[in-house]
């Protein structure tokens, strides 16, 4: 099994742009997480998904930020306009039970 | 909401040192899960503790829970480099959610 993938792995780009994080959750899992993770606040969850639904988007910061996962094996983290503020390493997750399999994360630059 | 506190938040020592890091919290948790997360990696579960006063052995890392289940201890001996990354706990937020502590960044010198 890969495990959880995630692309790109590096983004960088200038504010303002739209940026679309993708992720592919291992099969067979139901439950898949995004996460934010910075220095200053450590890991946060966006929003998570329960056989493709969104359940909890508490986390989502704001209006430019969504996600969607049209599929079982897919989901897409977006930020439309994307501000400096949100430079950070996003993680996706897949679950099984409360054992969360992570990906390696993509590191994003906002200039 | 309930929340986790990790200490110290960055512990650096020679290799060879025995040392310990605590994940505390003031709410009762059902579980406590333990993740290292290597530069450049995502979290990767080492251990999870369910019962008040469990201990669980993983190698040199010995993992306690406390017994009103709020805290959470990780003590590793004779530390080595390969123990260097960043150590997160974490506990069940309701039906699905994890929340994670802070982390506690290791650094083991040579």
């Known amino acids: 099994d890969a495990g959880v993938i995630q692309s790109p792995r590096h983004e960088v780009t200038e504010m303002g742009q739209e940026v679309t994080l993708r992720c592919k959750p291992i099969?067979?899992?139901?439950?898949l997480f995004w996460y934010r993770q910075t220095m200053m606040r450590g890991l946060e969850l966006l929003i998570y998904f329960n056989n493709n639904v969104p359940i909890d988007d508490s986390g989502m910061p704001e209006d430019r930020f969504s996600a969607k996962m049209p599929n079982a094996s897919f989901s897409t983290l977006k930020i439309q306009p994307s501000e400096p503020r949100d430079s950070a390493v996003y993680f996706c997750?897949?679950?099984?039970?409360?054992?969360?399999?992570f990906g390696p994360g993509t590191r994003l630059t906002v200039l | 909401t309930q929340l986790l506190e990790q200490s110290p938040q960055f512990l650096s020592i020679q290799e060879g040192e025995n040392l310990t890091v605590y994940c505390n919290s003031s709410?009762?948790?059902?579980?406590l899960q333990w993740y290292r997360q290597e530069p450049g990696e995502g979290p990767v579960l080492l251990v999870t503790?369910?019962?008040?006063?469990e201990v669980k052995k993983l190698k040199r890392l010995t993992f306690q829970f406390g017994d009103a289940r709020k805290d959470s201890s990780l003590h590793i001996t004779a530390a080595q480099p390969g123990d260097t990354g960043l150590y997160l706990c974490a506990g069940p937020q309701g039906a699905q959610k994890l929340v994670f502590g802070q982390g506690t960044r290791l650094t083991i010198n040579p």
């Open positions: 503790v369910v019962t008040g006063g």
């Open positions: 099969s067979g899992h139901n439950s």
């Open positions: 997750a897949s679950t099984l039970g409360y054992q969360e399999f």
């Open positions: 709410s009762v948790f059902s579980s």
